[in-house]
């Protein structure tokens, strides 16, 4: 059974750094194919993906986001962790990374997702 | 904006029918990406309802079912549930920006 878990700061003040750490079980990092995907929903409003790493260390980033953001993994520890740089009160939001599923080979959804985490950004 | 476009809200009362829409374009739902369908309930994480268009996972129930045609999507639910009461999400992947795109999602109340 694949769960994933965020955990991390519940409050930033603006222009600082954030960094969130999704701890993984029921698969491997170091699996051909895996990923572990990242997505935001600030209060009362609709999903956004943010991010994407691939277990071979390649890396996708929202185009809007890609500035700021940097996604890494320990593979040892079954981690990864993203990081979002010059917070700012609209990146309050909760986080959350889900786990993607390919389909004829290409990544189409994500299941199942951790429970979230939210994080205020506020002085 | 989103770039999947869904109503903000549909109701139907207990048993009945209802549909959802998610209206996307030649780059992502019409250039034969799956649809994808999220049931976000108050307070949880989304749980995946139907996967590549028109697919179950093991326990959701068969009242749920997708279908999609051109650059739209829908997900129906028939014999409506109390419990059905939640947020549905539509998903898919846009190949001109690059990403993964969701619908603005759409609130669903049972009468």
């Known amino acids: 059974q694949i769960t994933l878990k965020e955990s991390g700061p519940t409050l930033v003040k603006p222009t600082q750094t954030l960094t969130l750490t999704c701890t993984l079980s029921?698969?491997?990092?170091?699996?051909?194919?895996?990923?572990v995907a990242w997505i935001r929903q600030p209060p009362g409003k609709a999903l956004e993906w943010l991010a994407l790493?691939?277990?071979?260390?390649?890396?996708r980033y929202s185009p809007s986001l890609k500035n700021r953001l940097t996604v890494t993994k320990d593979t040892s520890k079954n981690q990864v962790f993203l990081t979002l740089s010059n917070m700012d009160p609209v990146d309050t939001a909760t986080y959350y990374c889900?786990?993607?599923?390919?389909?004829?080979?290409?990544?189409?959804?994500?299941?199942?997702w951790g429970q979230g985490t939210l994080v205020t950004v506020s002085a | 904006h989103s770039v999947l476009t869904q109503p903000p809200s549909v109701s139907g009362a207990p048993g009945q029918r209802v549909t959802i829409s998610c209206t996307g374009s030649?780059?992502?739902?019409?250039?034969?990406?799956g649809v994808w369908w999220y049931q976000q309930v108050p307070g949880a994480a989304p749980k995946l309802l139907i996967?590549?268009?028109?697919n179950r996972p093991s326990g959701v129930p068969d009242r749920f079912s997708g279908s999609k045609s051109g650059t739209s999507a829908s997900l129906a639910i028939t014999g409506l549930q109390p419990e059905d009461e939640a947020d549905y999400y539509c998903?898919?992947?846009?190949?001109?920006?690059?990403?993964?795109?969701f619908g603005g999602g759409t609130k669903l109340a049972v009468l």
């Open positions: 790493i691939y277990w071979n260390d390649d890396t």
């Open positions: 996967f590549d268009d028109n």
């Open positions: 889900a786990h993607p599923k390919m389909i004829r080979g290409v990544i189409n959804g994500f299941d199942p």
């Open positions: 998903q898919s992947y846009d190949n001109s920006l690059s990403v993964w795109v």
């Open positions: 030649s780059s992502n739902i019409g250039a034969d990406y």
């Open positions: 029921g698969y491997s990092l170091s699996s051909s194919g895996v990923g």
